[in-house]
Nanobody
């Protein structure tokens, strides 16, 4: 069973920053693209960012507008998401996910391994 484990969520004031981390098996990180999604209460799961298996290509949801950065550390077997200039509407549970292949995609159905999520709360 593949385990993805997120950490780094918390409560922050608007305009603040958080760094989320996802620990994943090395064989997954070296063979698949990885992504972060989020889900706010009563809303559908939303694509945030994805990174290629090599790590050189990234892809972001339209709402990100330069505020978030996805990165990968193959030595530590982690995929990180730096969240800057946070807004109250960024509040939600953030999930790490592994794609079925190497494409950078937004559809949650393209991802077959998920972490348990980490809560991000942004106070106004």
């Amino acid at each position: 069973q593949v385990q993805l484990v997120e950490s780094g969520g918390g409560l922050v004031q608007a305009g603040g920053s958080l760094r989320l981390s996802c620990a994943a098996p090395g064989e997954i990180l070296r063979r698949r693209s990885m992504a972060w999604f989020r889900q706010a209460p009563g809303k559908e799961r939303q694509f945030v960012a994805a990174i290629s298996w090599i790590g050189g290509r990234t892809y972001y949801g339209d709402f990100v507008k330069g505020r978030f950065t996805i990165s990968k550390d193959n030595g530590k077997n982690t995929v990180d998401l730096q969240l800057d200039n946070l807004k109250p509407e960024d509040t939600g549970i953030y999930y790490c996910a592994a794609n079925r292949g190497v494409a950078l995609t937004e559809d949650p159905l393209d991802y077959n391994y998920w972490g348990q999520g980490t809560q991000v709360t942004v106070a106004s």
